[in-house]
Each structure stands twice: as C-alpha cells, then as structure tokens.
C-alpha cells in the first residue's frame, strides 16, 4: 500500500523536504499544505532587493509551477492547519478537513515576535515575515517623514538600509549596548554601527520602546524610556522570531525554543519530522542544540527531514543532519557571511580574533573556544567566509596569532 | 527572448528561452534545469550556482567581480572560464549562450 507524505508549512523547509523525499524515492502522495495564498517564495530579498523595488514577484518563487507537476508534489495554498491528530494520523485545516498522513513533516517557521507595549496595535506599525508585509513596507518607503526601526538585528538593520538608501529619514532604536548582539561580536557590531551612521542613519543604542503614539488612528510617534519622544510615520519592527511550535505543542510532542527532534530531523513521534526555523535539533559539531534561522539551515535540515520520511518508508537507515550553519546579509555596499556557530558571549574560554580582508575593504572575526575554531562572521571578506566554512567543520588546529595575522594567507590554513 | 543551452556534466542539453533582465541562474531554475542548486538565490553568497562559459561566449558574459572571483576559487573544479550563473544577466546579446555545469556543485 502507498504511503501519504504530508507537510505543514510551504516555504523554504517545506518545499525543499518534498524535493527532497521525492528524489529519495518516496512512491505515495506527497502534500505540501501553506497557509499563505503565494506559492513557495525566498524571503531574504523580502528587507533587500524586493523591498527596493529591484525585483518582480515572479523572480521570488523558489520553484517554477511546472516543478510540482513533475515532481507530482499536491501544492494545497491558502490552507491553515489547526490540529494535529496523532492516535489516527491525520491533520485537520481551518475548514474542518482532514488529511490523512502516514509521515509528516513540520516546517512552519518562525513568525516575528510581536511589541507588547501601549500603541502596538496602531496602524502604521508594521512586521516583516511575508511577501504581504514587504509590499505594505515597500508603499510608506515612497512617503514622507521618519521611519522607526525597533530592534537592530538583521532585518531591522536591512530594512534601515534600504529605507535610507530610498532618501528617508531613518532611527533605530536598540535596547542593547550595540547592535546585532545576539548574532554577532562586538568587533562586527561596530563595524555595522559605522556603516549605518555614515549613511545617515540615527542609530539610538541602549534605547528602549515605552509606547506608540498615535493621531487620528495612525502612528505619530514613538516615546522611549528615557522619556523622548521621536515622531515619525511609520514603525518597523525587527525583535526576533519566535518557533511557530503550537500545533506540535498542542499535539503532545516535546517543545523548547521549538520543536525538539534528533540528529535525524525526527520528533519524539516516529512518524513525524520538524525542520527549518521551527526545529530545535542537536548539533554533532557543537554538542549543543542549536535552533536556527537561516536560509541554508531550511535547506539543509529541509532535505534530511524529506531524505528520512522516505527513508522510513523504505525501511532505510536515517541521515544525519551535521551541515555547518551559515548565513549572509547584505546592507548598502557591504556583504556579511557566516559560517559556524557564535558561542554564546559569555561562555567561558570564548576569544575572538580579528583579522583584516587582503584587500582592506573588510575584515573577519573568527570565535574560538578552548582553542577549537566555532564560527567565523565575513564582511566583505568571502575568502574569509569559505575557509572558515571549510576549516571550522575540519577540526584542524588553528595558531590564533596567524590568524589574526593579514600577512598570512588564509588558504594556507586549509 | 535569448537562447541558453545548458549542458549537464553527463552530456544533457537542456535549451531555454530566457528573459532578458533576468540571471543564467534564475532562467536555469525558472526552467527545470538539474545540477545548480542556487541556495542563496542570487545573492552572490553560495556558489552553488557554478558553470563554465563556453569560451565563445567569454567576452558577451562580462568581467566577474572581486566577490564572485572569491568565491569561485573554492567552487568545485574552478576554470578560467567558471562564472557563478547568478552573477551573468541574461541581454538578447546573450541569445545562443552555452554554458556547461560541473560535476558537482560546492
Ligand atoms: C525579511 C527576511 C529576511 C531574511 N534574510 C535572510 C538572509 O539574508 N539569509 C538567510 O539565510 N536567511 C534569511 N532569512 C531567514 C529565512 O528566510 C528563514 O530562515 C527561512 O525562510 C526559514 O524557512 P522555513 O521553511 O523554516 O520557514 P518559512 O519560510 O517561514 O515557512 C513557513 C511557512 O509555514 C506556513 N505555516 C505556518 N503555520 C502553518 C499552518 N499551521 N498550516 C499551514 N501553513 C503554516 C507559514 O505561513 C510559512 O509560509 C530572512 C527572513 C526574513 C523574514
Ligand atoms: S545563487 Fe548563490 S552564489 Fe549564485
């Protein structure tokens, strides 16, 4: 008898474990279930060249609508699931239908984490996950008056430079000491602090929201903690993302900081997977979990969880999914691209080494714990960016002072 | 409209009728051609999307710039012709291109 393959979120994870578990050789019917009405999209150009104006929709689509006719993949849009039945295998949508599943796949991402201060509702205040959030972002760019980023990680940071790029008046309000803390070192949240000031943009650190002020309905201002009050027209709000864990919580299956599976991509359900943004896994390399939100991450653990459904349905031995994270960001002239995983800034034994692009125009900053490479951050450095990518996973012995040593060249590492 | 003909590493052509505005890359992806993966979708950040020239065609698909020539020194079996499909935008002056792909890619 054939087995049903069934997905639950269309985007970058989802699509790629469908492809995936098709070329595997998985024989039943594959459902690939989203809730947005768009067929599967890249979202980074969504706070870079979508949100400019430099692309069209059609150039967004990851795959082609011919693609799931020959790969015979169900492509159900529009479609919400609300419920998880495990005992009978099945998923229930927002409609009340039921899908019957032998594996499933969970992929649902990570929506933005929402503000929770007085005025978050007001119209004006805007988020950025969907390709309906970049046009409705992409229209006030065209308007007058100063924007309001909240929060300078990546997307706020992105959003900034694009809005500063079209001529607006740009503040970024940080609660932290310095930009981009959660992702990156302070070396690389200086060099993004400069950038973002030379271009002109006001970048309020240690900043933080108290409320939203509004006119007639629409956001006038926002009001920080140290009682200023910075008028504006618009909001954007770049906090984070929290793992779209609900359906698999309320399914029973373990969650932390996302859904928790194995090396393997697979839940505590023998029948179910997790992967992309919404799945906590165990790294190999690092020996810690990592949850993580990247393109590449989507991709790679997309592919295990697509590879393992069908290899479950043919009696097959799991892969295991080791790929190194990493990740790129584009802002104004400058490229950022990791490779590793940053240790977090307390651990003990952390050192940083900084090290000059050959050619001036960038530099990398490499982390280093007990003496083992963890992750490398490149900006305008892609040498930089692949050796670490290459060297990080080998495990080989690194001198720090040649590291940091520009003279060196970076390929004799390898 | 340009002609592209993609040549896989096991001999398959596959010839496409690209849209001028748009990359090597994307035209190649928009048409079902196996073997460029694409990850970063563009963004110059992954070669993935690796191919020879054919050297015909060298002088009408450009000079690489300082970050692709980067990256490309680590795609798998670089050439003096490889260029990251991504990098090459489709003109009518590209109509008859041939690019081939390698073995692998990254
Ligand atoms: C603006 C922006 C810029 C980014 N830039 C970069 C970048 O430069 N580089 C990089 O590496 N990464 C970047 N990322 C991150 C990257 O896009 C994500 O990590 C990636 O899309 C995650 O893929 P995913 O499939 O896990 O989640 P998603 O792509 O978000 O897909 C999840 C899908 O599941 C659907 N869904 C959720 N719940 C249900 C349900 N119950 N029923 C049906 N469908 C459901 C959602 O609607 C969504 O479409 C960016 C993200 C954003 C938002
Ligand atoms: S698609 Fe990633 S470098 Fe070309």
Partial sequence: MSERLVIVGAGQAGLQAAASARQEGFAGDVVLIGAETAPPYQRPPLSKAYLKGDLDIARLHLKPAAFFKQANIELRLGTRIEAIDRKRGIVKDAGGAETAYDRLIIATGAPPRRLDCPGAETQGVHYLRTLADSDDL???????GTIVVIG??????????????????????????????????????????????????????????????????RVSAVRLNDGRTVPCVAVVVGIGAAPDQGLAAEAGLSCDNGVLVDETARTEDARIWAAGDVANFPSPFYKRRLRLESVPNAIDQGKVAGINAARAANGVEPATYDALPWFWSDQYEAKLQTAGARP???????????RPAADGRGLSVWTMLDGALQSVDAVNDPTAFIVGKRLIPSGKPVDPGRLGDASQDLKSFL | MAKITYIEHNGTEHVVDAQPGVSVMEAAVKNLVPGIDADCGGACACATCHVYVDPEWLPQTGQRESMEESMLDFAYEPKENSRLSCQITVTNDLDGLIVRLPEQQG
């Fill in chain 1, 152 to 217: 300078a990680g990546y997307i706020g940071l992105e959003v900034a430079a694009v809005a500063r790029s079209a001529g607006r008046n740009v503040v970024v309000i940080e609660l932290a000491d310095r930009c981009l803390k959660r992702v990156a070192g302070p070396a690389i949240s200086d060099y993004f602090a400069n950038l973002h000031r030379a271009h002109g943009v006001d970048l309020q650190l240690g900043a933080g929201l108290e409320f939203v002020e509004s006119c007639n309905g």
């Fill in chain 1, 138 to 144: 992409r229209s006030i760019l065209t308007a007058d």
């Fill in chain 1, 344 to 354: 977090s800034g307390d651990a003990p034994g952390l050192a940083e080494i900084i």
